[in-house]
């Protein structure tokens, strides 16, 4: 692929992947997605496939083996997958999480020893800093890393970690200072690659987000050489894990942005072919009110989440907008996915459809990445910064 801005895509090999990812998800995305959905399987077959089309190196740049794709590209990527079926991008997401956290801060070694292995696929894996009591409120953790000679000692418990019993790699947020004021001073960012002492407690079964692992990961002293603490430098996790947070919101606001197009697509198809009172329901106002509604959330997220992506790509801090389209994209995606329930009338309840799946997979939009009540907080903290009076 042609090397162009240090190692990004150009515009051409962007669109070439688009349409590449539009065949895959065609072919192989949608014949699965309610089977495996509905067995709560793992698709291993996609995993592969993914590792051929590129995507754990999606984000990651060319000189470390990556596709080097921008924001803009990624966000549109994520969602046309999940405009067919949300749960895979997190295979992809979490672990390009994880990724990103060492290419803007690790050291030039760890670039170079951990991104070519994340970029093919090899390691997969993704971002650990929940833990079973704290969530939102991150420098709560209570996970630590005590030094010992060379290594680090790593105790405790997280929770909740995409990929968590299929992925090997997680970057791992713990207190190196549990006593440090502020608390954030104390954290640091380790890679860790599962063996003895880092164990999954156990699967978590879910409502929604089906067929993709979301673990409890114990850590009982588990060794992790010093060279693995992320920018080689402790006190500095807290910014590393939520400086990853934009991408991953961006992320977040895409499958948002998708899911909630999926369901506008089946409840305009539906409400074309389904008849009542001699005509299809699609000529009835009040359907036509709720195609109207959603098509618009659609639209209006979209370009959302296309602003926060262009200003990811220029480098420049953008929390407001990723936070923005997170918002409204999550909450689209919810809004759209009840409103498919109501087009399809009693079919909705029938797993036969798709429209069931919408609903149970569109709230994580709203809790992931930061709770869309965090975001309501974000956006208003960035607004008094940016305009005060
Ligand atoms: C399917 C799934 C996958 C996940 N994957 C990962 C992963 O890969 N890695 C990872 O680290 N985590 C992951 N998470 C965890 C997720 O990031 C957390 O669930 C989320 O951050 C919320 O934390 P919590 O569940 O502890 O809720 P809490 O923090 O307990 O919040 C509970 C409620 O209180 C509100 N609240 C909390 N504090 C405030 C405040 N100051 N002001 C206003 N409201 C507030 C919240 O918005 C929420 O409504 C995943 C979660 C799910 C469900």
């Known amino acids: 692929m042609e090397q162009v801005n240090g190692g990004r895509a150009s515009a051409d090999d962007e669109a070439q992947i688009l349409e590449a990812i539009d065949r895959w998800v065609e072919r192989e995305v949608r014949p699965i997605a309610r089977k495996f959905d509905q067995a709560d399987e793992y698709p291993f077959d996609?995993?592969?496939?993914?590792?051929?089309?590129?995507?754990?190196?999606?984000?990651?740049?060319?000189?470390?083996?990556?596709?080097?794709?921008?924001?803009?590209?990624?966000?549109?990527?994520?969602?046309?997958?999940?405009?067919?079926?949300?749960?895979?991008?997190?295979?992809?997401?979490?672990?390009?999480?994880?990724?990103?956290?060492?290419?803007?801060?690790?050291?030039?070694?760890?670039?170079?020893?951990?991104?070519?292995?994340?970029?093919?696929?090899?390691?997969?894996?993704?971002?650990?800093?929940?833990?079973?009591?704290?969530?939102?409120?991150?420098?709560?953790?209570?996970?630590?890393?005590?030094?010992?000679?060379?290594?680090?000692?790593?105790?405790?418990?997280?929770?909740?970690?995409?990929?968590?019993?299929?992925?090997?790699?997680?970057?791992?947020?713990?207190?190196?200072?549990?006593?440090?004021?502020?608390?954030?001073?104390?954290?640091?960012?380790?890679?860790?690659?599962?063996g003895e002492g880092f164990s999954v407690g156990r699967k978590l079964k879910k409502l929604g987000y089906r067929s993709i692992d979301s673990a409890e990961l114990v850590f009982?002293?588990?060794?992790?050489?010093?060279?693995?603490?992320?920018?080689?430098?402790?006190?500095?996790?807290?910014?590393?894990?939520?400086?990853?947070?934009?991408?991953?919101?961006?992320?977040?606001?895409?499958?948002?942005v998708g899911l909630a197009k999926g369901a506008l697509d089946d409840a305009l198809r539906y409400a074309q072919q389904r008849r009542t009172f001699g005509k299809p329901i699609a000529h009835h106002q009040a359907i036509q009110l709720k195609l109207a509604d959603m098509a618009t959330r659609v639209e209006a997220a979209r370009l959302l989440v296309e602003q926060a992506a262009r200003k990811y790509d220029t480098g420049v801090r953008c929390d407001l907008e990723a936070g923005m389209a997170k918002l409204f994209a999550s909450e689209a995606a919810v809004a759209n996915s009840l409103e498919a329930m109501r087009v399809f009338g009693g079919?909705?309840?029938?797993?036969?459809?798709?429209?069931?799946?919408?609903?149970?997979?569109?709230?994580?939009?709203?809790?992931?990445?930061?709770?869309?009540e965090m975001q309501r907080i974000i956006i208003a903290r960035q607004l008094v910064e940016r305009f005060p009076a």
């Open 220 to 256: 009982e002293d588990f060794s992790v050489p010093a060279t693995r603490l992320v920018g080689g430098a402790e006190g500095r996790g807290f910014q590393h894990a939520v400086g990853g947070l934009e991408l991953g919101r961006i992320n977040v606001a895409a499958r948002g």
């Open 46 to 194: 996609l995993v592969e496939q993914m590792k051929e089309l590129g995507l754990f190196g999606a984000t990651i740049s060319q000189e470390y083996g990556g596709l080097g794709l921008s924001a803009s590209c990624y966000a549109s990527l994520v969602s046309r997958i999940s405009a067919v079926w949300m749960a895979p991008t997190g295979i992809f997401n979490s672990h390009l999480i994880m990724a990103q956290a060492v290419e803007r801060n690790g050291t030039a070694e760890q670039r170079q020893e951990w991104l070519p292995r994340f970029a093919t696929g090899e390691l997969r894996g993704g971002i650990g800093l929940t833990e079973p009591d704290a969530g939102t409120d991150l420098q709560g953790i209570r996970s630590t890393a005590q030094r010992d000679g060379d290594h680090y000692l790593i105790r405790g418990t997280k929770t909740w970690i995409t990929n968590g019993v299929h992925g090997t790699c997680f970057a791992v947020l713990v207190k190196t200072d549990p006593d440090a004021e502020p608390r954030h001073r104390g954290m640091s960012l380790f890679i860790c690659e599962k």
């Open 347 to 372: 079919y909705s309840y029938s797993v036969d459809f798709d429209v069931e799946r919408y609903y149970r997979d569109a709230p994580l939009m709203c809790i992931g990445e930061g709770t869309n």
